[in-house]
């Protein structure tokens, strides 16, 4: 009996050690201070999981693919990306959520629903704001831009670059939509952003905040009229088998941010965190110049598909500006005019250029 007593306690006392020392070189835990890096363990494989709402034949995840490849080059392998689509992990705010939690690792959502964490995220989404997607380039790839990343830490968010969702255009099942007057009363699903709401009421249209993963289905069995979203997006989900008439209202220039859990950012070396960062800088400019062909291309095929293209002229798109101004002097006024107002002058600047 003793025999085996002591075959037990040295059975006992090893596993303790081996525990012990696997705790040694598991990642290293969140830290709340800024900047931090994690110890690189050699050996130790991380993986991190990428999510979208978007569908894989979208830009959006030919840029996550992009992302993997140069990432596991990079990093020998030793980090690993599992790429997941169309809601796969849920939509954009509870990726989000999960990302603060540490229990995912990228997201890409549009600058919309951010601005539910971080309420200056709003100003991107102003109507009728950047001229050109060039304008768009230069000001959130430069001092602006990286100050509003710089607001997600104090959410456990790291944010890594700007990707490119685009133009937005109306969509509807109803009618050909040339002037606000063809909005009214048309219902029109929204991104989860007060500001998108407030300028839809504005505009005379009836706006209801859904999920993207919903979408489909609600336009499907007529829950909603219609929607907004990029040429490249309407096309690629398919929404030419359940709308009727487009527009190109571009009423808002859309930003994607490339969003990485702080918890798992800091857990990295230095070393690594080089790494993510140019990754997804580098996958950025890829996806932006996939996702400008696409929406340039996109919009023959949806006539071909059968839908009605109208155009805004200058008139009836000036009406739609004066129509939104006073929503964005109330929203200037809530995220901090000092903000708008640098946002302004960057847009300017580019302008200039
Ligand atoms: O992957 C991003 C999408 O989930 C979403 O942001 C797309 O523009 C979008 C929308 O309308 O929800």
Known sequence: MNYFKTIFTTIFIFSLFFVAAACGTAPAEPDAGEGTAGEAAPGVQRTIRAGIGLNDQHPQYLGLLKFKELVEERTDGSIVVETYHSGQLGD?????????????????PSTAPIAGFVQEFTVFDFPFLF??????DEVLDGDVGQMMLDKLDD?????????ENGFRDLTNARRAVASMEDMKGLSIRTMENELHLEAFRALGANPTPMAFTELFTALQQGAVDGQENPVATVYLQGFQEVQDHISNTHHIYSPFVFLMSKTFFDSLSEEEQEIVREAA????????????????????????AGMTYTEIDEEARQEMIDTVQPVL???AERIGQDIVDQVYEAIQEAQED
């Open 131 to 136: 001229p050109s997607e060039e304008v768009a």
């Open 155 to 163: 959410q456990n968010l790291v944010g890594l670059a700007y990707w």
């Open 329 to 331: 002097d109330k929203y």
């Open 92 to 108: 954009d705010r509870s990726m989000m959520e999960a990302l603060q939690l540490g229990t995912q690792e990228v997201t890409v």
């Open 281 to 304: 800088r580098e996958a950025g400019q890829h996806q932006r110049q996939l996702n400008r062909e696409a929406n340039a291309q996109y919009l023959d095929d949806l006539q071909e």
